[in-house]
């Protein structure tokens, strides 16, 4: 669990039965990605250091979660997200998969959104926004689309401030009276 502000561990969710793959061809980065999530209670972490292992990887433990870098020669971990929501062999095409990466120019946001990535996290990372981003991944799952060649999350969030924020439509402004005076 993450550390809060006054230093002691988060209570939160039981992630002892979850089973996470890390995909990155940086061996250093997958032990500190391994670290948190064991950190946080995941008992089972597959590590992979390319797509093709990793999909492999996928198809002998079915992970919960997927955790890939983009840049991972041969193939880029854009491509294993496009297998995993697309094969006709992969075991689910349903897990969640976070992109973490350090190229998080808004072209490659898109890019990853428009091919089925969950969620989009940039290196470096800290424990805390990992976290986050497992945790917004359960409490707001979002419906599977099919449209076209796309196969994933539905893609379209609000963009504005959260029903109830502060950018709320006023109703009362809305009524006649204050129509009125406004014209």
């Not at 590590?47 to 079915?62: V, Y």
């Not at 976290?131 to 419906?143: A, F, G, S």
Request: with cysteine; proline share 7%.
């Amino acid at each position: 669990m993450p550390i809060v502000g006054n230093g002691r561990m988060k209570q939160g969710y039981n992630f002892e039965k979850v089973c996470v793959l890390v995909c990155d061809d940086s061996r250093h980065i997958r032990s500190l990605v391994k670290n948190c999530l064991l950190s946080f209670g995941v008992k089972t972490v597959v590590e992979a250091s390319d797509a093709n292992e990793a999909f492999a990887r996928i198809k002998e433990t079915t992970p919960d979660l997927i955790i890939t870098d983009w840049n991972m020669p041969p193939t880029c971990g854009l491509e294993l997200v496009r297998r995993i929501r697309l094969d006709e062999n992969s075991p689910d095409p349903y897990v969640p998969v976070i992109m973490l990466t350090g190229h998080t120019e808004l072209e490659r946001v898109r890019r990853a959104r428009d091919n089925g990535v969950s969620s989009f996290l940039a290196k470096p990372m800290s424990a805390e926004a990992l976290y986050k981003r497992i945790v917004n991944l359960i409490e707001d799952q979002r419906p599977f689309v099919r449209a076209g060649n796309f196969f994933g999350p539905d893609r379209r969030f609000n963009e504005g401030a959260p029903f109830g924020g502060t950018e709320r439509r006023n109703v009362a402004a809305a009524t006649p009276a204050a129509t009125a005076t406004a014209a």
